[in-house]
């Protein structure tokens, strides 16, 4: 694998070339790193799965440049999801439509519906651009890390992740810090009215308002359920605890307002929300690579991002 700082034009050539002759590239997004590979190569799909140990019965969220491309992937379009593909795209936002031909039956995991989304990060953008120029559909891209571990937001964490998985072929486009930190919100468009499936920074009012209609659920109550669900998720080697104090050797991530006890060893102490989001799953590899066993988290309190950053607590914790 070669990994491939800061690319420049000719990187991102040579990135989209090789996703075009079947390799793995993985690239920064605003939300995590994800693992692409092109979405109707059937065998490089294939070894996105094996790469990251993931079941292969878990759909693939395909990427593509903008809405333009909506149309090869999906039918039946809702009008609803075109406003929210207008107002958040690029962004970070994953939206469930029906199938078209298109999409397979290895992306989708057999299901008849298909994620697509458009990610907001110029490396990632360009690549699908320059992908789609070389005639390429769209990159599946899961998020970079083995199953059920925490996500990736640096190259470096893709590396530890999956580098002794990768083969000297495939590459590693280094983009630094994602923004956002936590996954795209993942909404389902199949029904009359949205319903959100994963929260992410793109958030319910944001969604009510842009689409006029009301929520088909409260996602307060962490109801998801779609296939291939499973509720330990996002979890590093550490034993992740929801509360209000770590003990000594213990780690402690919560917002800066939060104090520890002496001798606890302090990963995070954001001072926003944002910050919280975007520094929270480096904060649980720091406390793995200190070979800490346990780490309490002090959840941030509100919706929005808060209630995404939640949502991920509550599954690296179970
Ligand atoms: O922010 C993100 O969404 C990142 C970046 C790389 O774009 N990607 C990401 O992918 O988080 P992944 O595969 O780690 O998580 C996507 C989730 C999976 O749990 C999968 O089951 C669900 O989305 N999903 C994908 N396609 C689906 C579909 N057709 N129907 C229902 N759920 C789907
Ligand atoms: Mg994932």
Not at 6 to 11: I, L, V
Not at 95 to 124: C, H, M, W, Y
Request: proline share 6%; net charge neutral; charged share 20%.
């Amino acid at each position: 694998m070669q990994m491939l700082s800061n690319p420049t034009t000719d990187d991102i050539e040579k990135a989209a070339k090789a996703l075009i002759d079947g390799y793995l590239v993985a690239f920064p997004t605003e939300t995590v790193y994800g693992l692409g590979a092109d979405a109707t190569n059937e065998k490089a799909v294939s070894r996105v799965y094996s790469v990251k140990g993931r079941p292969t019965d878990h759909p693939l969220i395909v990427h593509i440049s903008s809405i333009n491309q909506l149309g090869e992937w999906a039918i039946d379009i809702p009008e609803y999801a075109i406003n929210l593909a207008k107002v958040f795209w690029p962004g970070p936002m994953t939206l469930i439509l029906k199938r078209s031909k298109l999409a397979k039956d290895f992306i989708t995991g057999g299901q008849e519906n298909i994620g697509l989304r458009v990610p907001n990060k110029p490396i990632a953008l360009a690549l699908l651009k320059r992908f789609e120029k070389l005639s390429g559909y769209g990159i599946a891209a899961p998020s970079a890390n083995r199953f059920g571990a925490v996500s990736p937001t640096t190259a470096s964490a893709v590396n530890d992740e999956l580098g002794a998985y990768l083969s000297d072929q495939d590459l590693i486009l280094d983009g630094q810090q994602c923004e956002i930190g936590v996954e795209s919100t993942i909404i389902d468009c199949t029904m009359i009215s949205p319903k959100i499936l994963r929260p992410g920074a793109v958030t319910s009012p944001m969604i009510e308002s842009a689409t006029g209609l009301e929520l088909s659920e409260d996602h307060a109550k962490n109801q998801i359920r779609f296939p291939g669900f499973f509720k330990s998720h996002y979890s590093p080697k550490a034993k992740v605890s929801i509360g209000e104090c770590a003990l000594i050797g213990e780690g402690h991530i919560a917002m800066s307002n939060y104090k520890s006890l002496e001798g606890v060893v302090r990963l995070a102490s954001p001072v926003t929300v944002e910050e919280f989001a975007k520094n929270f799953y480096a904060a649980l590899r720091a406390g793995d690579q200190m070979g800490l066993s346990k780490i309490v988290v002090t959840p941030p309190e509100g919706g929005g991002l808060a209630l995404a950053i939640r949502d991920r607590l509550y599954k690296a914790s179970s």
